[in-house]
């Protein structure tokens, strides 16, 4: 089974950074795509960042500008560089991997512990 650990939260003010790390261990297929989400409290996962297995970057509207999705294929690691943060990127940040797209968060049934981003304003 795949284990993903993410690291790199805290709690920050308006207009700081963090650089949130995800590693993948254990039995998995390929690791070609590699995404993050987030989960706010009483809202839905929702996808902020993946890149595909061929190197294709979306950032969602709402982090575009701000944060920047990155990976090391051979370490199995990913990295969400976060600049610029709100008070609305409060949230739980959890990574994900898949052999070639990061599909929508339904369907996963597997995650890591996520790690806990707050900005204060």
């Known amino acids: 089974q795949v284990q993903l650990v993410e690291s790199g939260g805290g709690l920050v003010q308006a207009g700081g950074s963090l650089r949130l790390s995800c590693a993948v261990s254990?039995?998995?297929?390929?690791?070609?795509?590699m995404g993050w989400f987030r989960q706010a409290p009483g809202k839905e996962r929702e996808l902020v960042a993946a890149?595909?297995?061929?190197?294709?970057?979306y950032h969602a509207n709402s982090v575009k500008g701000r944060f920047t999705i990155s990976r090391d294929s051979a370490k199995r690691t990913s990295f969400l560089q976060m600049n610029s943060l709100k008070p609305a990127d409060k949230a739980v940040y959890y990574c994900?991997?898949?052999?070639?797209?990061?599909?929508?968060?339904?369907?996963?049934?597997?995650w890591g512990q996520g790690t806990q981003v707050t900005v204060s304003s």
């Open positions: 994900q991997v898949d052999s070639r797209f990061v599909r929508t968060a339904r369907e996963y049934a597997y």
């Open positions: 254990g039995r998995t297929f390929s690791t070609g795509a």
């Open positions: 890149i595909s297995h061929v190197g294709s970057i």
